[in-house]
Every structure is written in structure tokens, then in C-alpha cells.
């Protein structure tokens, strides 16, 4: 009887091989889609805060997220930072910090 030697278990290393790998492709497909999920899309606007940020821009330029706000702006954020009022501003703040409600509709 055939076993079909070395060549027969260099075709089923790859087989074996092919199948993790479309595994594991399927899990990150998964696991992409649950990432949109958590987030939500917001319109297109200009500004500081237009992807649920704090609504403030920093001493050098830039919009300042949550966790850095603190750091950054100072208390209150006003003390070195322009608020820009940005329309959305803080709607994905607990998205954003990775919180418990991440998925409640505001």
C-alpha cells in the first residue's frame, strides 16, 4: 500500500498549513467588524472634537483626546487650550476611553 511518502506529507503540511491560515483570517474579520462596531462613524466636520475628541486644541497645534487632556490643557482645559466647540464634541468619549457603555446610542 501507497502512504504516499515524503511528497504525501509535504502536500498535507500545506494543506494543514492553507487551513490555518484561512482560520485565522476569518477571526480577524471578526474581530474587525466588532471594532466598528463599538465606535460609531460620525458625519465629516472640521475641527477639534469631530470624532467624539474633547473639543480642545493644544498649545502646539493639535486636538487634544481625553487622556491627555488633563496633562496637556491643564484644569480647567481653558488654562492652555483654545476649546473649538466642535459639533459631536464628546459624543464617543466613553467609546473613546474604553468604557462600560460603549455601545449605548446618545
Do not use: Q
Request: glycine share 20%; aromatic share 6%; with cysteine.
Amino acid at each position: 500500500m501507497w502512504d504516499g511518502g515524503a511528497m504525501g506529507r509535504g502536500i498535507a503540511r500545506v494543506g494543514a498549513h492553507l487551513l490555518i491560515i484561512c482560520i485565522g483570517s476569518l477571526y480577524l474579520l471578526d474581530a474587525g467588524s466588532l471594532a466598528f462596531a463599538a465606535c460609531p462613524e460620525r458625519p465629516a466636520c472640521r475641527g477639534c472634537g469631530c470624532k467624539g475628541g474633547p473639543g480642545y486644541r493644544g498649545p502646539g497645534g493639535r486636538c487634544v483626546g481625553f487622556k491627555a487632556l488633563d496633562k496637556v490643557c491643564g484644569i480647567p482645559p481653558e488654562t492652555r487650550c483654545t476649546f473649538e466647540n466642535a459639533r459631536g464634541t464628546g459624543e464617543n468619549k466613553a467609546c473613546a476611553l474604553g468604557g462600560d457603555d460603549t455601545n449605548k446610542a446618545s
